[in-house]
């Protein structure tokens, strides 16, 4: 039976991406902050499970503490790294940005890197990040949630050429996905909003398919090509 470890398994696009994972035949791993909600999801799953309580804004500890759980789990297929945050208020608190790019960058790096490491030894694995649209361009609104989402989708890249350049049996996905009715959308707009469910069969989907990039749903793929190629005279009009 293969293992995943789904890093952000306690709401959201990673809650319902475990979920979805369980039901295709996957032990699971379930990290992030919430202790008593990893728990809620575990005990819903059909198989036996894994929890590990980890905060991606202390990137050391959440480092260690995944290593941990790979261990605890003897060896890991997939991980998906569904961690991330944002806030409407960056322009008001330094805080927030602070926590943006310490849970977007250097929190996804850590896990990334760790997940990666054990894949090169293992010489198999699939890495999975969840970027967004918002990787695409940058805008006025949030600068750091969009650049952190920027940093995502290149680090996976990345990490995608080195393993082919060695050609290596390591498949690497960057998944963007557009709006999703999460808490982290804040109730920004009601355009193309799909439930975490729907996005998670698309994601796991993609996944199965061991595609570079994903749009989710997939309809955002033409806003993201409208985005790319839209002027920039015009796109700050917008942005």
């Known amino acids: 039976m293969p293992k995943a470890i789904v890093v952000g398994a306690s709401s959201g696009i990673g809650r319902a991406v475990a979920i979805r994972l369980a039901a295709h035949g996957y032990q699971v791993g379930l990290a992030g902050r919430r202790w008593e909600l990893l728990e809620e999801v575990s005990q819903s799953l059909p198989q036996p499970s894994?929890?590990?309580?980890?905060?991606?804004?202390?990137?050391?500890a959440a480092r260690k503490?995944?290593?941990?759980?790979?261990?605890?789990m003897d060896g890991v297929d997939l991980v998906v790294v569904s961690s991330g945050v944002g806030f409407l208020d960056e322009h008001e608190r330094w805080e927030s940005v602070a926590t943006t790019l310490e849970t977007n960058t250097l929190g996804f790096a850590a896990i990334a890197d760790a997940a990666m490491r054990?894949?090169?030894?293992?010489?198999?694995?699939?890495?999975?990040?969840?970027?967004?649209?918002?990787?695409?361009r940058p805008s006025s609104?949030?600068?750091?949630?969009?650049?952190?989402?920027?940093?995502?989708?290149?680090?996976?890249?990345g990490l995608r050429y080195?393993?082919?350049?060695?050609?290596?049996?390591?498949?690497?996905?960057?998944?963007?996905?557009?709006?999703?009715?999460?808490?982290?959308?804040?109730?920004e707009g009601l355009f193309w909003v799909?439930?975490?469910?729907?996005?998670?069969?698309?994601?796991?989907?993609?996944?199965?398919?061991?595609?570079?990039?994903?749009?989710?749903?997939?309809?955002?793929?033409?806003?993201?090509?409208?985005?790319?190629?839209?002027p920039d005279w015009l796109y700050r009009r917008i942005a």
């Open 50 to 60: 894994w929890v590990a309580a980890l905060d991606l804004r202390e990137s050391d």
């Open 141 to 157: 609104h949030a600068p750091a949630y969009y650049a952190s989402k920027a940093f995502v989708s290149n680090y996976l890249a």
């Open 194 to 230: 799909a439930p975490p469910e729907a996005a998670a069969e698309q994601i796991v989907a993609a996944i199965e398919r061991r595609r570079d990039v994903a749009y989710v749903t997939r309809r955002w793929r033409l806003i993201a090509i409208l985005l790319r190629s839209m």
């Open 118 to 136: 054990h894949f090169l030894a293992q010489g198999r694995g699939h890495l999975v990040g969840i970027s967004s649209v918002a990787a695409v």
């Open 65 to 72: 503490r995944f290593e941990q759980l790979v261990t605890e």
């Open 162 to 187: 080195h393993v082919r350049k060695k050609q290596l049996p390591i498949h690497v996905t960057d998944i963007r996905p557009g709006l999703v009715d999460t808490a982290m959308a804040q109730g």
